[in-house]
């Protein structure tokens, strides 16, 4: 959406990229109800998951994509 800062110093994918993933995985027979491209994305969303709650969880990335004054 316009920033950088979520990227915490590592490699963005390329609109292009995300949007191949999201094709590729409704081109399957069973597509999946979502999808997370990239392979650091799904470790964070699997980690997420267990060791946090949802709450929890949008609260961290608020403060991570917040802009600061």
């Known amino acids: 959406m316009g920033t950088t800062k979520a ?3 590592s490699k ?7 949007v191949d993933t999201a094709l590729a995985a409704l081109d ?3 597509p999946p109800p ?6 650091m ?5 699997s980690l997420a998951r267990r060791l946090a709650t949802r709450r929890q ?3 961290a990335i608020g403060r991570l ?4 004054a």
């Not at 979502?34 to 392979?39: D, E, K, L, N, P």
């Not at 994305?41 to 969303?45: C, D, E, H, S, T």
């Open 12 to 18: 963005l994918a390329s609109p292009g990229d995300v």
């Open 28 to 30: 399957r027979r069973n």
């Open 7 to 9: 990227a915490g110093g």
């Open 41 to 45: 994305n799904r470790v964070m969303a």
């Open 34 to 39: 979502s999808v997370i491209a990239g392979r």
């Open 57 to 59: 969880v949008i609260r």
């Open 65 to 68: 994509t917040a802009e600061r």
